[in-house]
């Protein structure tokens, strides 16, 4: 068994796969290629910081959404805790989707 620590680049690539794993209901994308997040921190200690918005403001799993990214996040060999911080700054827009997104979506 492989004891060595993970470095903050690998943690943050498995970190990159689960937000892949979650999704907004309404949208068949991931929140990861819908462009919601902003911005991933992970510290010599293993906490991670990821800095998200939603796709509006009244959002129904504005709740629930980022509970269930921390809580994945969280289970990430090496990785000691999950905080997901909401903005709205700047606001979310279609152009911060990937292509793939697009693609899913019928915008290309």
């Known amino acids: 068994m492989d004891t060595t ?5 690998e943690i943050e690539a498995q ?23 902003y ?15 939603l796709t509006s403001p009244h959002c129904p799993v504005a709740g629930s959404l980022p509970v269930e990214v921390e809580n994945k996040v969280r289970v990430i060999p090496g990785v000691a805790g ?13 152009s911060r989707m990937s292509d793939a997104a697009r693609l899913e979506l019928g915008m290309m």
């Open 5 to 9: 620590p993970l470095n903050s680049a």
């Open 82 to 94: 999950a905080k997901v911080e909401i903005t709205w700054d700047p606001p979310w827009e279609p």
């Open 39 to 53: 911005g991933i921190t992970v510290d010599p200690s293993g906490e991670v910081g990821i800095q998200m918005t």
């Open 15 to 37: 970190v990159i796969d689960v937000l892949r794993s979650c999704f907004d209901p309404e949208i068949p994308v991931n929140i990861y290629e819908l462009g919601l997040i």
